[in-house]
């Protein structure tokens, strides 16, 4: 870290139209949190950080890899992989996970929200135990370890079948993801605050 007291955090801007909210968000006397545009200024500017949050870009992932340098996020393969519905559909059922198909496609549209390697899993009252067990099914398939929201459906059989994962989720007030944290009783400056945190954790380097 940068002092003994405060963690520097490079809030990368590109992708990410919530940075200011996500800096301001952060308690001043525990962490030095910057907005950076790294498309301007390149990588270079956050390699003071003591951790980054990546905002939207898979591309940004890969730099920060090869850099060596902390950051919170599922890394650059599961989270490709998780931009591409299809092909995400395709190698849950090859691990036997149950996937949307057109019997599914009026089914009631579940998002949940994950943390990193933290047991917890935030989803909406009332739904079935089998949401947040193929939730955590999914998390573990897909190695996903950075905040992501992963959203299923709950057909009108009471089937639970995954429809798409966001590894990369937008970390701005009101988005889905600091919003299923929010019902589930987790505020804004502690949730941005457990992700900086997970990404100290996980360290530089492939996650």
Same mark, same amino acid.
């Given at each position: $870290?940068? +002092?003994?007291?405060?963690?520097?955090?490079?809030? =990368?801007?590109?992708?990410?139209?919530?940075? !200011?909210?996500?800096?301001?968000?952060? +308690?001043?006397?525990?962490?030095?949190? =910057?907005?950076?545009?790294?498309?301007?200024?390149?990588?270079?500017?956050?390699?003071? #950080?003591?951790?980054?949050?990546?905002? /939207?870009?898979?591309?940004?992932?890969?730099?920060?890899? $090869?850099?060596?340098?902390?950051?919170?996020?599922?890394? $650059?393969?599961?989270?490709?992989? !998780?931009?591409?519905? *299809?092909?995400?559909?395709?190698?849950?059922?090859?691990?036997?996970?149950?996937? &949307?198909?057109?019997? &599914?496609?009026?089914? @009631?549209?579940?998002?949940?929200?994950?943390? !990193? +390697?933290?047991? #917890?899993?935030?989803?909406?009252?009332?739904?079935?135990?089998?949401?947040?067990?193929?939730? @955590?099914?999914? @998390?573990?398939?897909?190695?996903?370890?950075?905040? #992501?929201?992963?959203?299923?459906? =709950?057909?009108? *059989? /009471?089937?639970?079948?995954?429809?798409?994962?966001?590894? $990369?989720?937008?970390?701005? %007030?009101?988005? !889905?993801?600091?919003?299923?944290?929010?019902?589930? /009783?987790?505020?804004? %400056?502690?949730?941005?605050?457990?992700?900086?945190?997970? /990404?100290?954790?996980?360290?530089?380097?492939?996650?």
């Amino acid at each position: $870290m940068t +002092d003994s007291r405060r963690t520097r955090v490079a809030v =990368v801007a590109d992708g990410q139209p919530g940075a !200011a909210a996500i800096v301001a968000a952060l +308690d001043p006397g525990l962490f030095e949190a =910057v907005p950076v545009e790294i498309a301007r200024a390149g990588v270079a500017a956050v390699a003071r #950080a003591d951790v980054v949050l990546p905002g /939207g870009r898979v591309e940004v992932v890969g730099l920060l890899e $090869m850099a060596g340098i902390p950051y919170a996020g599922s890394g $650059m393969l599961a989270s490709a992989v !998780a931009a591409d519905r *299809a092909f995400t559909r395709r190698l849950a059922s090859a691990a036997g996970l149950p996937v &949307a198909g057109a019997r &599914a496609a009026d089914g @009631r549209r579940v998002i949940c929200g994950v943390l !990193a +390697d933290e047991p #917890a899993v935030a989803c909406p009252e009332g739904v079935p135990d089998a949401v947040p067990h193929l939730i @955590r099914a999914v @998390r573990a398939a897909f190695d996903l370890a950075g905040p #992501a929201t992963v959203t299923v459906l =709950v057909t009108a *059989a /009471g089937e639970v079948v995954l429809d798409e994962i966001d590894a $990369m989720p937008d970390l701005a %007030p009101g988005a !889905a993801f600091p919003e299923v944290w929010a019902a589930a /009783g987790l505020g804004y %400056p502690a949730l941005v605050a457990r992700v900086v945190r997970a /990404g100290l954790r996980h360290g530089p380097g492939l996650h």
